[in-house]
């Protein structure tokens, strides 16, 4: 089998545990598989691969979360946060295209300050507030999870807290997260398809975790009434917290 002259046994049975971790993550608290995926894969293959990895799952189960209330909805979200969109995707094209030219080190760094700030700032209930929607801050914070996103695959953070800023309603803000991030995985595949991270070598590994993700993506919603969402967005705010840390370490330290 092609798929392991790239991947142990080993590293392809925790990759597909690392992407079902993350589904169930975001079948939980619909947020947060990138920054899972990411991070675990990180932790024992080279960055560019867990790019790579991440890109189909996110891809499919986006797409997934858009969609649940119908195509109407998703329009509808798509119209609202047409400005948002449009600036992250011009900047994630941009920043998908230094991806192969970065230095291992300083990808760990970008990695691990996205997870890091954005889990940080999350633990410690800190938070814009808008009254109004600011169309300079659309395009500030679109630009910032877009160059972001095409860098490490992670545009969740600048993303959930613009949306929360401007106290978009619980159903709502799933909804059109769901939108950004499916739009945002299509433009992040046609973007790694052109800077060569995603290619015939790396597809099939992101296509065999699909399935674990899928899988921990329905159970995580089937789990959603039963488990206290408070403890549990905490407990995985502290283990995305820890591993931004760590890949902080490695960006440091590890050369």
């Not at 997260?177 to 800077?195: D, F, K, P, R, T």
């Amino acid at each position: 089998m092609a798929l392991f002259s790239l991947f142990t046994p080993q590293d392809l049975l925790l990759a597909t545990s690392v992407a079902f971790v993350a589904g169930w993550v975001k079948g939980m608290v619909g947020f947060a598989m990138p920054m899972v995926l990411v991070s675990g894969l990180s932790m024992f293959l080279p960055p560019d691969i867990a790019i790579a990895g991440l890109i189909l799952p996110t891809l499919v189960t986006n797409g997934v979360q858009a969609l649940r209330e119908g195509f109407a909805a998703a329009v509808s979200a798509i119209k609202q946060f047409r400005v948002f969109l449009i600036v992250g995707l011009v900047f994630l094209l941009l920043g998908a295209q230094l991806v192969s030219v970065v230095p291992t080190q300083t990808f760990l760094l970008i990695i691990g300050v996205a997870v890091t700030v954005f889990a940080l700032i999350q633990v410690l209930g800190v938070g814009l507030k808008l009254s109004n929607p600011s169309a300079r801050i659309e395009v500030m914070i679109g630009a910032i999870a877009g160059f972001v996103g095409g860098m490490s695959g992670i545009w969740g953070p600048p993303t959930v807290a613009y949306l929360t800023a401007l106290n978009t309603p619980k159903a709502v803000q799933m909804r059109v997260q769901g939108v950004i991030y499916g739009l945002g995985a299509v433009a992040l595949l046609l973007a790694h398809l052109g800077s060569g991270i995603l290619s015939s070598k790396t597809a099939p590994f992101s296509a065999v975790l699909i399935a674990p993700a899928l899988a921990g993506m329905w159970i995580g919603l089937r789990l959603q009434s039963r488990i206290d969402q408070v403890v549990f967005r905490k407990v995985t705010l502290l283990v995305l917290l820890v591993a931004g840390v760590n890949l902080l370490r490695r960006g440091l330290f590890i050369g």
